[in-house]
């Protein structure tokens, strides 16, 4: 079971160049979720989804764009990369009950420069 | 506004003795609270959480949690510290935006070392 799944690992970008980051989950969860951890400063998280066809914003979504056209696969998408924006990203599932465990991704560690 | 404070950044234990990473919760209505590791360069591990009933909770790999309602606490312990306890540790509480749609608030995360 491979649980939750992110591609790339590693990824440097420059400034302004776009790139998906692609999430799976193989545990049929409905709620899936896009955070960033930097440094001392925890998990924000960015988007979610609740199903398929459905997203929303979290605390810090600007520069940033997601779909959910299937229940397995949320691609967070970077149009037009920043600075900013260099950090690792964990994607994470859940069944989406209040007291149910999320299950995270090995996450990504991108750098823009 | 939900939120959640680990106060220390570092913990920093000689290996066999007790340890405590703290987590103090505000949140309304009734907490839904976790606690989650990060080895280096994995993503976050569930440990244990709390959603009712006893407030001494117990998790994987020997650590528990007691859950004080009155002090609005949630702080991780292990009788017995081991080297490979050393790790990124993150509480969060969970609590509902609206109607169908949870999210899970972190902590800054506390740094445990333990010393051999």
């Known amino acids: 079971n491979a649980g939750v799944t992110q591609t790339p690992k590693f990824r440097i970008l420059k400034i302004g160049q776009s790139m998906t980051l692609q999430c799976t989950q193989d545990?049929?969860?409905?709620?899936m979720y896009w955070y960033r951890q930097d440094p001392g400063m925890g998990l924000k998280l960015i988007y979610y989804s609740v199903g398929a066809g459905i997203t929303d914003k979290g605390e810090v979504p600007n520069g940033y764009n997601v779909s959910r056209s299937t229940t397995e696969d949320f691609p967070l998408r970077l149009e037009l990369a920043a600075p900013s924006q260099t950090s690792v990203y964990f994607c994470?599932?859940?069944?989406?009950?209040?007291?149910?465990?999320?299950?995270f991704g090995p996450g990504t560690r991108l750098l823009v420069l | 506004a939900q939120s959640v404070a680990q106060p220390e950044d570092q913990v920093n234990v000689a290996e066999g003795n007790p340890l405590t990473v703290k987590c103090t919760y505000s949140v309304s209505g009734n907490p839904y609270l976790f606690w989650y590791v990060q080895y280096p360069n994995r993503g976050l591990q569930f440990l244990l959480k709390y959603i009712t009933g006893d407030n001494l909770v117990k998790g994987s790999y020997g650590f528990e949690a007691e859950f004080n309602k009155s002090q609005t606490s949630f702080h991780l312990k292990k009788p017995s510290a081991l080297v490979s306890d050393s790790a990124l540790y993150f509480c969060a509480v969970r609590h509902q935006m609206g109607f169908g749609n949870e999210k899970l608030t972190f902590g800054t995360g506390t740094r445990l070392t333990i010393i051999p």
């Open positions: 994470a599932s859940s069944t989406g009950q209040l007291r149910e465990t999320q299950y």
């Open positions: 545990m049929n969860h409905n709620y």
